[in-house]
């Protein structure tokens, strides 16, 4: 291939590439295993007949998702053996010029999780991207009525899970800091104000850091555990933390006496705090150190 057409092939993924991350990204719940698999797709690109494909965005978004399919098969077997409970890798959302388009909330990410590969790629190129079910029929090498009832069986899914409630930012952002420094300073009454009845905490250590193992339900409990880690540290924030977006989700990115990044992501209904979703495991928010 001419230095040329080397160059005007990279130019057509790089223009296709934040599709193929937002693809990735859905399918795996995994920053770093999305850009692995775009950067095996981009090996591919290069390989092929480049003038020979009709329609570059159809044949890259079905490598992709293929590739991601054979990434499924192993991850399922790594989820069954993870330590505690598993959440996405986060993904700051905060930058307008590399704002991921649809939806890439923990609540989409946790459903599409429970679905199986097939359903999850079906439902995703067509329920999130508009594809055809011709398209994706292609892109999964099924019918395409095969297709349209993985996308129904998905969709069954995955519409009970998705949060309803919209939040204006600036209430978002403070309840989010009034949670945060409340928690880790031990302050109860404020926590009382600010949890749901209902709360429900998920915390991800992956067994590389101290973790909930399984998910604590209900506002006292919340308070119980904040509170023994309020006096575990002496009730003091942290040394540097920061408000962000990650995922669509209001959170806190901090600095743990320990040395590792947490992010603490919050979902938030009719004005109380009704999920927490706490990510410390090292090998998720090592990317976001330098945000901090």
Known sequence: MSHQAQDTGTDTFLSVRP??????????GSVADAEDILQEAYLRWQSVSQDD???????????????????????????ETYTGAWLPEPLLTEDPTERIDHDVSVALLLALERLT????????????????????????DRSPSACRQLVSRARRHVQTERPRSHVA????????????????TGDMAALTQLLAQDVELVSDGGGKATAALNPIYGRDKVMRLAEGLARKSGAHLPPRWRFAMLNGLPAILSLEPEGLVQATALEIRDGRIAKVYVIRNPEKTAHLAKVL
């Open 169 to 184: 930012p600036e209430e978002s952002r403070a309840l989010t800091e009034a949670f945060f420094r409340a928690s880790k």
């Open 53 to 79: 494909v009709r329609d570059v965005t159809g044949y890259l978004v079905r490598v992709v998702t293929r590739l991601c399919l054979d990434q499924l098969k192993s991850a399922r077997v790594k989820r």
């Open 19 to 28: 599709r193929l991350f937002a693809v990735a990204y859905r399918m795996l």
């Open 117 to 140: 590969p097939l359903e999850r790629a079906a439902f995703l190129l067509h329920d999130v991207f508009g594809d055809s079910h011709e398209e994706v029929a292609n892109a999964l």
